[in-house]
């Protein structure tokens, strides 16, 4: 059930629904959860500035259930980062990345929450 949410000041053009499949599948298959679980939003064209600069950059927040720990953060980082490069030019300085641990009874789904 990971919710990923990218703020980046890269322009629709490149960070569209072609890259947000790519990151969707990278963590399917990564976190080992089903693609039709993950969603992910991409708000493009921000007025972000990252260092003093408004070069390409992000934040990223991705919220689940499970699946977070030191080891698969700091894994899941690498590949995102790579991807981000790949796709969107950015460099991995310019990325930030919360990885945010939801409680079941925190998450509403067909009008109960995940805990029911």
């Known amino acids: 059930m990971p919710v990923i949410t990218i703020d980046t000041n890269v ?57 977070f720990g030191e080891a698969e953060n700091k894994a899941a980082s690498k590949m995102i980062c790579e991807l981000f490069k790949s796709e969107l030019g950015i460099e991995p300085n310019r990325i930030y990345i919360y990885f945010n641990v939801v409680q079941l009874q925190d998450v509403g789904v067909e009008g109960g929450t995940l805990a029911n």
């Open 11 to 67: 322009d629709r053009s490149i960070a569209n629904k072609n890259f947000q499949e790519k990151l969707t599948n990278l963590m399917a298959k990564f976190y080992n959860f089903p693609a039709m679980y993950i969603t992910v939003t991409v708000h493009n064209n921000k007025n972000l500035i990252f260092g003093g600069t408004d070069d390409p950059a992000a934040f990223m927040e991705m919220k689940s259930i499970s699946g």
